[in-house]
């Protein structure tokens, strides 16, 4: 098995790997959009635009916003559950069109007729996006066989939470993915709680880096709160999956500040935990402290890119309250193939 870290301080981590400036930037950007989009997002909600099922992803940034960077975009597939909005922002997918699908806007990357649970680009390589817990394990093993069938030297990268790796459905896909070298990186996203409950009280066993040991899967525990480990993981997890030597699992220990859902007052925990998590291992803010410190940027380039990103942030959210619904037509539409 590799090697394992745990979710300490990143000032106190003597082995972490270092980021250059852009790296640094570049992170920090990504990672701010997520978290101002999802605070958009969840304001939406409670104003009545937004209907249905909404998971966020404050707080979690760091883990998506680093794998993707390690990963070869356009090429790599990547495929997860309901908690998705962040992946599709930092995949390229466009703002305006991710926030129209959760208005039901004709305008919306599924037309307006798949919500926050289901939207996909095929063109940047993101499958969702998808509602049934664990499904979307099999589906990822599915892309990384079809990569390997038509020797496109591509890797599947497959999200799931610490919920989700209960499910049986998860371990049939292990073994065919060990039996079968697919080139899959499974991304176990464990951020201490499967909807109200916590891991302790769900799984016999919470490391969830060893839950491929009996299929000879390899894997590691990553501070999922540092990008920059993240990072670093992701580099050797996919290199392994696409040198042809079969599945790794990276099982990245985050936190999310909201509850499980909108509709979710997380009253299973204390308010001291949320707050000692965002005080002392917020990774959008461990990213600023680097780039003020190093004198990379100043506070003024730093206000600099806030306000960027919040008018792409609000000019997402016009577009989504204003574009039209789409036209019942639609629901005959993408229905089925001509073979």
Same mark, same amino acid.
């Given at each position: 098995?590799?090697? +394992?870290?745990?979710?300490?301080?990143?000032?106190?981590?003597?082995?972490?790997?270092?980021?250059?400036?852009?790296?640094?930037?570049?992170?920090?950007?990504?990672?701010?959009?997520?978290?101002?989009?999802?605070?958009?997002?969840?304001?939406?909600?409670?104003?009545?635009?937004?209907?249905?099922?909404?998971?966020?992803?404050?707080?979690?940034?760091?883990?998506?916003?680093?794998?993707?960077?390690?990963?070869? +975009?356009?090429?790599?597939?990547?495929?997860?559950?309901?908690?998705?909005?962040?992946?599709?922002?930092?995949?390229?997918?466009?703002? +305006?069109?991710?926030?129209?699908?959760?208005?039901?806007?004709?305008?919306?990357?599924?037309?307006?007729?798949?919500?926050?649970?289901?939207?996909?680009?095929?063109?940047?390589?993101?499958?969702?996006?998808?509602?049934?817990?664990?499904?979307?394990?099999?589906?990822?093993?599915?892309?990384?066989?079809?990569? +390997?069938?038509?020797?496109?030297?591509?890797?599947?990268?497959?999200?799931?939470?610490?919920?989700?790796?209960?499910?049986?459905? %998860?371990?049939?896909?292990?073994?065919?993915? =060990?039996?079968?070298?697919?080139?899959?990186?499974?991304?176990?996203?464990?951020?201490?709680?499967?909807?109200?409950?916590?891991?302790?009280?769900?799984?016999?066993?919470?490391?969830?880096?060893?839950?491929?040991?009996?299929?000879?899967?390899?894997?590691?525990?990553?501070?999922?709160?540092? %990008?920059?480990? %993240?990072?670093?993981?992701? =580099?050797?997890?996919?290199?392994?999956?696409?040198?042809?030597?079969?599945?790794?699992?990276?099982?990245?220990?985050?936190?999310?500040?909201?509850?499980?859902?909108?509709?979710?007052?997380?009253?299973?925990?204390?308010?001291?935990?949320?707050?000692?998590?965002?005080?002392?291992?917020?990774?959008?803010?461990?990213?600023?402290?680097?780039?003020?410190?190093?004198? %990379?940027?100043?506070?003024?380039?730093?206000?600099?890119?806030?306000?960027?990103?919040?008018?792409?942030?609000?000019?997402?959210?016009?577009?989504?309250?204003?574009?039209?619904?789409?036209?019942?037509?639609?629901?005959?539409?993408?229905?089925?193939?001509?073979?």
């Amino acid at each position: 098995m590799a090697r +394992k870290a745990t979710a300490t301080s990143a000032k106190t981590q003597p082995n972490a790997p270092q980021f250059t400036n852009e790296q640094d930037l570049e992170a920090f950007r990504e990672m701010l959009l997520i978290r101002r989009f999802e605070e958009k997002a969840g304001q939406m909600y409670g104003m009545g635009l937004i209907g249905g099922f909404c998971h966020l992803y404050i707080g979690q940034e760091a883990v998506v916003t680093g794998i993707t960077m390690a990963s070869e +975009k356009g090429k790599d597939a990547q495929i997860t559950g309901y908690r998705d909005h962040g992946h599709m922002l930092v995949m390229g997918l466009d703002p +305006k069109g991710v926030m129209a699908e959760l208005t039901g806007r004709q305008g919306g990357l599924s037309k307006g007729k798949g919500g926050s649970m289901h939207m996909f680009s095929n063109e940047h390589r993101f499958y969702g996006g998808n509602g049934i817990v664990g499904a979307q394990v099999s589906l990822g093993a599915g892309l990384a066989f079809a990569s +390997k069938y038509t020797g496109d030297g591509s890797v599947s990268i497959a999200y799931f939470g610490d919920g989700a790796a209960n499910q049986g459905q %998860v371990y049939e896909t292990f073994n065919m993915a =060990k039996l079968w070298k697919l080139p899959v990186v499974f991304i176990i996203e464990n951020n201490k709680y499967a909807m109200g409950t916590s891991i302790e009280r769900a799984a016999a066993t919470t490391d969830f880096s060893m839950r491929g040991a009996s299929f000879d899967i390899p894997g590691e525990q990553v501070d999922g709160m540092d %990008v920059r480990m %993240v990072y670093d993981a992701a =580099k050797r997890a996919i290199e392994h999956a696409r040198s042809g030597n079969g599945p790794y699992i990276l099982e990245m220990l985050t936190y999310r500040y909201r509850g499980h859902s909108m509709s979710d007052p997380a009253k299973y925990r204390s308010k001291d935990e949320v707050t000692k998590y965002r005080q002392e291992r917020d990774p959008i803010e461990q990213v600023r402290a680097r780039l003020i410190e190093g004198g %990379v940027v100043t506070e003024e380039e730093l206000k600099k890119i806030e306000t960027d990103i919040r008018a792409i942030v609000t000019e997402a959210a016009d577009f989504a309250t204003n574009d039209p619904e789409p036209d019942p037509s639609e629901l005959w539409t993408d229905i089925t193939i001509e073979a």
